[in-house]
């Protein structure tokens, strides 16, 4: 895994073409949007979290609605603590179902996703915020006089981490609000309808609200700040969590 890891960051400097393109997010914090990557097109992710957390991601865009990836990370990365990788990396599978062509109708997308954030809990077997499983998103993005866009993201989403019982159905929205060409304020809403079993889960019912910023450097390097469970939904919780993620895009063609 040393090796994947190294690979992936020897990646990051090659000489690639298209630099500047703009391309639309593929999640806006935890949530995923039905916007897939171009063709041609990678990117790489790291994320900071809590307990010295990390992860890794790359994705790679097949064709203009077909998109997939990989990702791996875990906790005391950074400090002195010994290194607890998580048990598995996390697949990510998206495919487009509608393009679209009106003022109207949104984009479309369903796929899969078995990667979550914060610490792996092995007693449950699962993250801290589980990861969507099997999804269907819509998205769609509005041009406004007063701010640069707005965009509108929902859906739902069947997770596979129900080592704690919870094997409901769950549902999820979001949006972004453009306030220039490079910086952006996100916010999203998680029912976390999968995650209110008694005694078990780790949700008290209330639903995860996150929040964050996303300032976008040459339209290829994205720097975002997370504000998530803003409403301590969670037993243990006394406050609120801080993440980090960085992101670099480029065409390999």
């Known amino acids: 895994m040393k090796k994947i890891i190294l690979l992936l960051l ?24 039905a916007w897939p990557l171009p063709r041609a097109g990678f990117d790489m992710t790291v994320r900071f979290f ?11 865009g097949v064709s ?8 791996y990370g875990g906790t005391n990365v950074l400090g002195e ?14 495919y487009n179902l509608v393009v679209d062509t009106s003022l ?13 954030y914060g610490p792996f809990i092995e007693g449950i077997n699962r993250y801290t915020n589980k990861s969507p499983g099997f999804y269907v998103v819509a998205s769609k993005r ?33 949006s972004a609000l453009g306030i220039n060409q490079d910086f952006e304020l996100l916010g999203e809403y998680d029912f976390a309808l999968n995650d209110t079993k008694e005694k078990v889960s780790l949700g008290e019912g209330t639903g995860y609200l996150n929040a964050g910023l996303r300032l976008k450097i040459k339209q290829y390097v994205y720097l975002e700040l997370f504000f998530k469970n803003l409403l301590e939904n969670r037993r243990s919780a006394q406050y609120f969590n801080r993440e980090f993620k960085v992101t670099y895009f480029q065409f390999i063609l």
């Open 142 to 174: 509005y041009y406004s006089p007063f701010l640069d866009y707005v965009d509108f993201h929902a859906g739902v989403n069947y997770s596979l981490e129900r080592g704690d019982g919870d094997r409901d159905v769950n549902l999820f929205f979001s």
């Open 104 to 116: 109207v109708l949104p984009e479309i997308s369903i796929g899969f996703e078995s990667q979550g």
């Open 50 to 60: 809590g307990n010295g957390g990390a992860i890794l991601g790359l994705t790679a």
């Open 10 to 33: 020897l990646l990051l400097p090659v000489s690639v073409i298209g630099q500047g393109i703009a391309v639309l997010p593929r999640q806006v914090i935890d949530t995923p949007t």
């Open 81 to 94: 603590d010994s290194l607890r990788w998580n048990r598995a990396p996390g697949l990510l599978i998206r």
């Open 64 to 71: 203009e609605r077909f998109m997939f990836g990989a990702s």
